[in-house]
């Protein structure tokens, strides 16, 4: 008889990535790792023969810790661990090097492998070195958005209808800030933009035809250069695809990998959401799929079972998976999450609360999801659907400091890496430090090892800054930090509400994530908000949304034509939709009889 997989469920977020596990008897396991992929722990006695003993080693499994490495925290020196007694917390190493190892130091042990494997890795108790069992996993993450918003992504060369060059440049010409006086433009993803000789009409008629030999010559010119990722977007592309067709298979053909044709992503009006949305699905491509292949081959390969949350709260198989789909991915779970937690309390309205480490993430929902089908992240704009979530940036890691005078919070974040103050690794005063000092947060009670002096350091500093005179006692000052915060995460929860017309006094407010419960009541005071939900599982409800979300495919149709002259298609074409979504959710092996239909 065949064994029965583990089910993972994952949430790699900006500082901490959440699992929850169910193993083949259905008992439940939860753990939370730093997203960085690193444990942390302190030495507590060096034996005379260079033995280490760890603080938590012996919470973890005999020989779990074997193969990985070991190096101060925030050092680069490393050495390996050669065996792990987990009964004594111990472990041997190869050679005490020159870290600087000492009683009382904080140390990072690394496998080499990322935070969901590292996390599957410790509820199944599979120690590094050793094949993991059988898992199906569902994963939601923000590689693809920090890669994004942090501009690490591929060489992009985009080729859009010669004249139109300037388009990612000149954007919609909106003003980011009205009133700045400066105004400083962020450049294009693409590395490189080609004008290609072809023009369509605007019913889709062929005005310039497509010389081929002429983009033959360009894409091999461009792969010599390095480029191995393109993005196309022609003009009137979405009324007929056959120009960006062509040069998707002349792209191909010249040994471009990763190729993101609008018309097919995004077969809608607007060139450039077409072009937003193609050059960041271009732009991520690489990234996206070196991280799931890395996650697959930790699986167990090809035939692992891998599942990714999109945007919109559903799950597409790893190999299907678009990264213009990754964006909000992670917010999306925890969407999930309070709705069903929102169920379970008897509430059918609420409004999700997600204040992570790095940022705060909001959301409404009044017995089914609000989706939106244009949304911004950072730079761009896509035209692909997203549960409709508002996100700020404030989180445990907020960064707290003296700008112009005056106390500020965010919008920059400590992240994984180095972290809070109180983290140990060298990093600013946060939010998190804040709420440590104020005696709100148990260090105990942390997965890592935790420095309230460091996190102390950090706010005598900050209280140098600012300028003499009566600034109020530490305890006030450190209130007012978190007030500030408070305040901008009651502002986004305003625009999902009465900036719609919606009071959220009948909603009730669910917080969850790693600090929400640290903030909940605060933020449903300014609210007037009357009920607060905190589920017992509120740090790792992200992780139980995708657990309970479902593989689901949208189908979309521009029709762009007068009611009088649709006549009788409408049915028709609506049950084209339902048939193309329908194929979609049976290719990734959905029963039909097991297809939800509208």
Known sequence: MNEQPWQIWIDTGG????????????????????????????????????????????????????????????????????????????????????TGLEVGSPVELRAGEGAPLL??????????????????????????????????????????????????????????????????????????????????????????????????????????????????ALLHGQRDSRHEEILERLLRDAGFEHVARSSALSPFQGLLRRSHTSTTDAYLGPVISDYLRAVRSGLGGDDASLHVMTSAGGLVDSRH???????????????VGAAMAGHRAGLD?????????????????????????????????????????????????????VEQGRLAVGPQSAGAKPGPASYGAGGPLSLTDVNLLLGRLVPSRFPIPIDLEAARERFVELCRELPP???????????????????????????????????????????????????????????????VVLPGDAGLLSAMGLGHAVIERFAQREVLRPLDEVGGRLEEWLKALEAEAERALVDEGVDRVDIDRP
Do not use: W
């Not at 009566?470 to 009465?498: F, K, N, T, W």
């Open 349 to 401: 309205a609420v409004i999700a609360f997600d204040m992570g480490g790095t940022s705060t993430d909001v959301a409404r929902f009044d017995g089914d999801f609000e989706y939106v089908f244009e949304h911004r992240v950072g730079p761009v704009r896509l035209a692909a659907p997203a549960l409709a979530i508002e996100t700020v940036a404030a989180g445990g890691g907020s960064i707290c400091r």
């Open 15 to 98: 500082t901490f990535t959440d699992c929850i596990a169910v193993d083949p008897e259905g008992r439940y396991r939860s753990c939370k790792v730093l997203s960085s992929g690193a444990l942390r722990d302190r030495i507590e006695r060096i034996d005379p023969d260079g033995r280490f003993y760890l603080r938590r080693a012996s919470e973890l499994p005999d020989g779990f810790l074997t193969g990985f490495r070991m190096s101060h925290l925030g050092g680069d020196a490393s050495i390996e661990i050669v065996d792990h007694d987990g009964a004594s917390g111990s472990i041997g190493t190869a050679d005490r090097g020159s």
């Open 321 to 335: 998976f678009r990264p213009m789909d990754s964006l909000l991915c992670g917010p999306a779970g925890g969407v």
């Open 469 to 531: 005179g009566d600034v109020g006692s530490e305890e006030e000052i450190l209130e007012g930090l978190l007030r500030i915060a408070d305040e901008r995460m009651a502002e986004a929860i305003r625009r999902i509400s009465v900036r719609k017309g919606i009071d959220p006094a009948g909603y009730g407010l669910v917080a969850f994530g790693g600090a929400g419960g640290q903030h909940a009541c605060r933020v449903a005071e300014l609210l007037g908000m009357e009920e």
């Open 119 to 232: 996390a599957t890795r410790l509820v199944t108790g599979t120690p590094l070195g050793e094949e993991l069992p059988p898992v199906t996993m569902r994963l939601g993450t923000t590689t693809g958005t920090n890669a994004l918003l942090e501009r690490r992504g591929a060489r992009t060369v985009h080729l859009t209808t010669a004249g139109f060059e300037d388009l990612l440049a000149i954007g919609d010409q909106r003003r980011p800030d009205l009133f700045a006086l400066r105004i400083i433009r962020p450049d294009p993803l693409p590395e490189e933009i080609v004008g290609v000789r072809e023009r369509l009409a605007a019913d889709g008629s062929v005005i310039e035809v497509l010389e081929s030999d002429a983009v033959r010559s360009t894409a091999a010119e461009l792969r010599g250069r390095g480029f191995d990722c393109a993005s196309i």
